[in-house]
Nanobody, 123 residues
Framework: QLQASGGGLVQAGGSLRLSCAAS????????VGWFRQAPGKDREFVAA???????YYADSVKDRFAISRDNAKNTVILQMNSLKPEDTAIYYC???????????????????WGQGTQVTVSS
């Protein structure tokens, strides 16, 4: 089970820190991804971190967002800086234990999902 939290309302240029907490699984073995969905748009990949700590980002957030994990706390963090109005969306965390590298950016390949947390960036 995954629980996403940390969303909220922030002005453009501000920061937010999203958390994805897992229970009931050996989280350290999982690839964890963050996806987002804005109204009227498809769900899109934001960032992911593999079991070995390797990280991957969408071009639109690279250099502004950072994903990290604390396996001892069964938590993955998405630090979002320099937020823009176009970052407004519901953010979801997802996890899977058997993703191949080429599937990391595909939401359809993740088996476990959190409930989503709203991020709103005002201009």
């Amino acid at each position: 089970q995954l629980q996403a939290s940390g969303g909220g309302l922030v002005q453009a240029g501000g920061s937010l820190r999203l958390s994805c907490a897992a229970s009931g699984r050996t989280f350290s073995r999982y690839t964890v991804g963050w996806f987002r969905q804005a109204p009227g748009k498809d769900r899109e990949f934001v960032a992911a971190i593999r079991y070995n700590g390797a990280t991957y980002y969408a071009d639109s957030v690279k250099d502004r967002f950072a994903i990290s994990r604390d396996n001892a706390k069964n938590t993955v963090i998405l630090q979002m800086n320099s937020l823009k109005p176009e970052d407004t969306a519901i953010y979801y965390c997802a996890a899977d234990s058997s993703l191949i590298l080429s599937s990391i950016r595909l939401s359809s390949q993740y088996n476990y999902w959190g409930q989503g947390t709203q991020v709103t960036v005002s201009s």
